[in-house]
C-alpha cells in the first residue's frame, strides 16, 4: 500500500516544480513570442510571424507527442531514470537556445530539444505520485497541477522585466536555473514499489515492469468511446493553444504599449488553477462518463472565448474574457484523468493517457503558425481568433456522444460475465457431480470387496 505521506510531500513538491517549470515557460511563450519576433524580424520577412510561432507551437506539440515514449521508457527504466534524463536534455536545450542568431537553429533547440526534455521530465512526475498516494491522490495532484498555475502567473512579468534589461538571450539562461533545479528534484522520485525482479520471484506489484505485449498497448482503441475521446479532443484542440501564443501580439497590435498586456496571462493562470480546483471536486460528484459533460462545457466556453477577444474594444473586456477562458481551461485540464479512468479502467489508464497526448500535439502544433500565417496575410490577428474558435465548438459536439456510447458498451459487458458465470457454475456442477458419481462406486466397490 502506497505510504501516503512521508517522503511523499518531497515527491509531491519536486512534481509541483516540474509542474509549474515546464507548463510555467511554455504558457508564457507570448512574451517570448514578441521578444523573438523584434530581435529577428528586423528584415523586410512577410511572414515573420508564421515562422516565428512555429518555435513555440512546436515546442508545446513535442511535450505532448513525446508522451506515448515516455510512458515506455517510464515503464521500464522507472521515474527517476526518465525524470532525471529528461531534465538534463531540457536544460542543454534551453541553453544552446540563448547562443543561436537565426531563427531557424531555434526550431532544434527550443521547440524539439527543449521540448523532449520537457515531456521526459514531466510525465514521471505524474506517475510517482501513484506510488506514494492512494486515498489522498486527488487532493495531490490537484496541489501538483497548482505549480503549473503559480508560474503562469508570476513567470511572465519576470520574463518581461528580464527581457528588458538583460535582452532574450540572457534570460534563456535565466530559466536554464528552472530546469536545473527540475534534474536536482529528479533524483526525489525514489520508487517505492516491486520491481521486475521481484516480480520474477513471483511478487506482484501495482506498478511493475509490464510484459513485453504490454509496453506499447494498444488494446485501448478497441474501446469506442475512448476512440472518439481520443480522437474528439484533438479535433477540439486546432484553435486552443493559438490565444496562448498570439494574444501578446494581438494586445500589441490593437493597443500598442499603453497597456500591461502580461495582465492577461496573469488572469489566465489565476482562474486556470481556480477552475482546477473548483471542477475537479465537482467532478468527483459526477458519475462515470458523464464527467465528458464538464469537457463539452468547457471546449463551448473556450471557443466562444476565443472569438470574442478581436470583438473587444477597451482593455477591460480582454481581462474579462480571460478569466473566463482560464476558469475552463482549468476544467479541461483537470478531468483528462478521471475521465480516462472511466473509459478504459485502471489498468490500461496510463497508456491511454499517453497515446491521447500523443494525438493532442498534432493540432496544438499546427494551430499556432497557421494563426500567425493569417496575419502575415491580413495585418490582423481578428480572422485567426474567429476561426480558432471553430473546433472547441465542434470538438465539444464530438464528446457529447460519449457518455450514450459507453453505457451501451458497459450493457454489454454486464451481459458477458453473467453467461460466462453461468458457464462457469454448470461446469463446476458437472465436475461435482462426477465427482460424486465416481467417489460412490468407489465405495460400493471397497464394500463389495
Known amino acids: ?82 525524470a532525471v534524463v529528461g531534465a538534463a536534455v531540457g536544460f542543454a536545450g534551453l541553453l544552446s537556445s540563448s547562443f543561436v542568431s537565426t531563427i531557424e537553429p531555434l526550431y532544434f533547440t527550443y ?20 506510488h506514494y498516494f492512494k486515498k489522498r491522490l486527488g487532493l495531490v495532484n490537484g496541489i501538483v497541477t497548482a505549480g503549473s498555475s503559480l508560474f503562469t502567473v508570476s513567470l ?120 482546477r480546483l473548483i471542477f475537479g471536486r465537482v467532478a468527483d460528484y459526477i458519475p462515470g462518463a458523464k464527467k465528458v459533460y464538464l469537457q463539452v462545457a468547457s471546449f463551448f466556453f473556450i471557443g466562444l472565448m476565443s472569438m470574442m477577444i478581436p470583438l473587444c474594444s477597451v482593455f477591460g473586456g480582454l481581462i474579462a474574457v480571460c478569466l473566463f477562458m482560464g476558469l475552463f481551461d482549468g476544467c479541461f485540464i483537470c478531468i483528462m484523468a478521471p475521465i480516462a479512468f472511466e473509459l478504459v479502467g485502471a489498468q490500461d489508464v496510463s497508456q491511454a493517457i499517453g497515446f491521447l497526448l500523443g494525438l493532442m500535439s498534432i493540432p496544438m502544433t499546427v494551430g499556432p503558425p497557421i494563426a500567425g500565417l493569417l ?34 458498451q458497459k450493457s454489454k459487458e454486464r451481459a458477458k460475465p453473467l453467461d460466462g458465470e453461468t458457464t462457469e457454475k454448470m461446469l463446476e456442477n458437472e465436475s461435482t457431480l462426477v465427482s460424486d458419481t465416481t467417489e460412490k462406486a468407489a465405495k460400493e466397490m471397497e464394500s463389495g470387496f
Request: net charge positive.
Open 1 to 82: 500500500e502506497p505510504p501516503e505521506g512521508g517522503w511523499g510531500w518531497v515527491v509531491m513538491l519536486a512534481a509541483m516544480w516540474c509542474n509549474g517549470a515546464v507548463f510555467g515557460i511554455q504558457n508564457s511563450c507570448g512574451v517570448l513570442f514578441v521578444s523573438m519576433l523584434k530581435l529577428f524580424g528586423g528584415g523586410e520577412d512577410k511572414q515573420m510571424s508564421f515562422k516565428t510561432a512555429w518555435v513555440s507551437s512546436l515546442s508545446m506539440g513535442m511535450v505532448f507527442f513525446c508522451s506515448p515514449i515516455v510512458s515506455v521508457f517510464t515503464d521500464l527504466f522507472g521515474c527517476r531514470k526518465v
Open 111 to 130: 521547440g524539439i530539444l527543449f521540448a523532449c526534455g520537457c515531456s521526459f521530465a514531466y510525465q514521471p512526475s505524474l506517475v510517482i505520485l501513484g
Open 156 to 275: 511572465p512579468f519576470l520574463l518581461r522585466v528580464l527581457i528588458d534589461s538583460v535582452g532574450l538571450y540572457n534570460t534563456l539562461r535565466v530559466l536554464c536555473i528552472l530546469m536545473f533545479i527540475l534534474f536536482l528534484a529528479g533524483f526525489t522520485y525514489k520508487p517505492v514499489i516491486s520491481s521486475a525482479k521481484d516480480k520474477e520471484g513471483g511478487k506482484k506489484g501495482k506498478f511493475g515492469f509490464p510484459s513485453e505485449r504490454k509496453i506499447c498497448n494498444f488494446s485501448v482503441f478497441k474501446v469506442l468511446s475512448y476512440r472518439i475521446w481520443a480522437f474528439g479532443i484533438p479535433a477540439a484542440l486546432f484553435g486552443y493553444f493559438v490565444p496562448y501564443v498570439h494574444l501578446m501580439k494581438h494586445v500589441e497590435d490593437r493597443f500598442g504599449d499603453s497597456v500591461p498586456k502580461e495582465v492577461l496571462l496573469l488572469c489566465l493562470g489565476i482562474t486556470s488553477g481556480v477552475g
Open 375 to 408: 496575419r502575415d496575410r491580413l495585418g490582423t490577428y481578428d480572422v485567426a481568433l474567429y476561426l480558432a474558435g471553430v473546433p472547441p465548438l465542434v470538438g465539444g459536439a464530438i464528446l457529447c456522444f460519449i457518455p450514450w456510447v459507453h453505457e451501451r
